[in-house]
């Protein structure tokens, strides 16, 4: 099971791009890099998923690069209902919904 | 879409008491997962099932842990009997199972062992 590595907190302001790297050097050739965000009182939410370059939706933006051991999830100019803390997750969700492992994740505190 | 149910939101008991959660998933999701989320800690893989079948449970504490998935909707997780190092958050999640479908999370149901 690839193991995953991030920055345990980081600080920013309203109005900044915050890009949060995740490392995973061990990550498999069927594995799937699947961002979460938690905020305090609620289950982890599902933000954002990719194999391999750049996926982006309404909400944030993954890069990936072309050897997979890292990913970087982009959100751009947040705001202070951004602070929660983000998970990044690497398995391989076809083999049954795969076995996804969570980390210690990063705290994101978003300032005025 | 309604999302995943849990039930109580909170449970404070005694230790060496017996406790169960409850949780529905999502109608059609046939992958169902309960997490234990330690406080300040990211969540931890209880046990997994694919429909009504035990996928896997390998980090489930057997001997006071256990879960059921009847019918390959419902499940429900029992603690017997409560130590205090099981005060945490139990988180029930699910998904269609296939593919690269995302996990849903409910608000799970926040046990406090005195």
């Known amino acids: 099971l690839a193991k995953t590595t991030q920055p345990i907190s980081m600080d920013s302001y309203e109005g900044q791009e915050v890009n949060i790297t995740c490392s995973h050097n061990?990550?498999?050739?069927?594995?799937?890099i699947t961002w979460y965000q938690q905020f305090p009182s609620q289950g982890p939410r599902f933000i954002i998923q990719?194999?391999?370059t750049k996926v982006t939706n309404e909400v944030a933006s993954l890069f990936i690069p072309a050897d997979r051991k890292s990913s970087t999830l982009s959100l751009p100019r947040v705001s202070l209902s951004d602070t929660a803390v983000y998970y990044c997750?690497?398995?391989?969700?076809?083999?049954?919904?795969?076995?996804?492992?969570f980390g210690q994740g990063t705290e994101l505190s978003v300032k005025p | 879409e309604a999302g995943v149910a849990q039930s109580p939101r909170y449970k404070i008991i005694e230790k060496r008491q017996s406790v169960a959660f409850w949780c529905n998933p999502i109608?059609?999701?046939?992958?169902l997962y309960w997490y234990q989320q330690i406080l300040g800690q990211g969540p931890k893989l209880l046990i997994q099932?694919?429909?009504?079948?035990?996928?896997?449970d390998s980090q489930l504490p057997k001997d006071r842990f256990s879960a059921e998935r009847l019918k390959g909707v419902d499940s429900t997780l029992k603690i017997q009997p409560a130590k205090l190092e099981d005060s945490a958050v139990y988180l029930c999640?699910?998904?269609?199972?296939?593919?690269?479908?995302?996990?849903?999370f409910g608000n799970g149901t926040r046990l406090t062992v005195t």
């Open positions: 990719g194999y391999k």
């Open positions: 061990n990550i498999a050739t069927n594995d799937y």
């Open positions: 997750l690497v398995g391989d969700l076809y083999n049954q919904g795969g076995k996804l492992i």
């Open positions: 109608s059609g999701h046939a992958t």
């Open positions: 099932f694919q429909n009504n079948g035990v996928v896997d």
């Open positions: 999640a699910s998904s269609l199972g296939q593919g690269n479908s995302p996990l849903h």
